[in-house]
């Protein structure tokens, strides 16, 4: 009997000291288990940081910075800057109410590229300030018009009187040229939309029409002070002007003008082959930007491209 108890008591401890075992192992194997996936949660944490990190430096925002008139050129860039931002650039409008200081910011590199003006002006500016400026695509064309002041038609106008023009050589010649067009002045045998005509140049001005030479941007304001005002496209859509419904008379759209006075994308020589700057034409030249110079501006803006 002594020998059965004593027996059965060495079973029960020799299985504790296995159980003890056991739970010893399954212990440090569940520790051993937990420092792994510990570590490997770990490491994957940080791998996905770093991937988050080299996302978001690949999806970084390239600034294009352009200078523009508020119509309906920074209005038409609006439409191209929601293309841009699908392809990782970000569009700032920088907005000017002059034809010379957003030049002159693109020439020291404060603007990538400005949109406001067309070649013929362009060429005057760059002969006149020494700048290296060019075009890198053209986008619409704003028919010059002819709008009525103190007299309400071109047929009305009498001996004496007054007609506000640009003063700025580009434009001054192609106000010139939409006169000599309804009749009011002949001009010099050879002017055209090349030229860089002045007052001048008229060889015929039969009623002694007085011209009155002044900023572009000021001619829609000063309608009240003269009979009548030759008005850029967009001034006079600052103004509340439509070239299409309210002018007297515009420039032909088959004519010389459509192509010579087209508004171009300008640069600094040297960047129009920049991958930025060909982002930026290719928006500003979308079928999107079309239909959006039709839908909104009725005629006083026509797609060129």
Known sequence: MKKTLALLLALVMLFGVLAGCSSSSDSDAAEETEET???ETADAAEDTEEAAEEAEATTEMVTI?????????????????????????????VEYTD?????????????????FQHQPYLTTFNEENGTDLVSVG??????????AGQTASIEELTEGATIAIPNDGSNETRALLLLQQEGVITLADGIDASSNAT???IVDNPLNIE???MEAAQIA???G?????????????????????????????????????????AVKAGNEDNEAIQALVAALQSEEVREYIEETYSGAVVAIF
């Open 37 to 39: 996936v510990t570590e």
């Open 65 to 93: 910075r352009v200078g523009a008139s508020p119509t309906p050129h920074a209005e038409i860039l609006e439409v191209a800057k929601a293309i841009l931002a699908e392809q990782g650039y970000d569009l700032e409008i």
């Open 99 to 115: 034809y010379v200081q957003p030049n002159l910011a693109v020439d020291s590199g404060d603007l990538d590229a400005n949109y």
């Open 138 to 147: 053209s986008i619409h064309y704003e028919p010059f018009g002819i709008y």
């Open 199 to 201: 007052i001048y140049d």
């Open 211 to 213: 011209f009155v030479e």
């Open 221 to 223: 304001n000063s309608l």
């Open 225 to 265: 002070d003269v009979d009548l005002g030759v008005i850029n496209g967009n001034y006079a859509l600052d103004a509340g002007l439509n070239a299409a419904t309210d002018a007297l008379a515009i420039e032909s759209a088959d004519g010389d003008a459509a192509q010579t006075y087209a508004n171009i994308v």
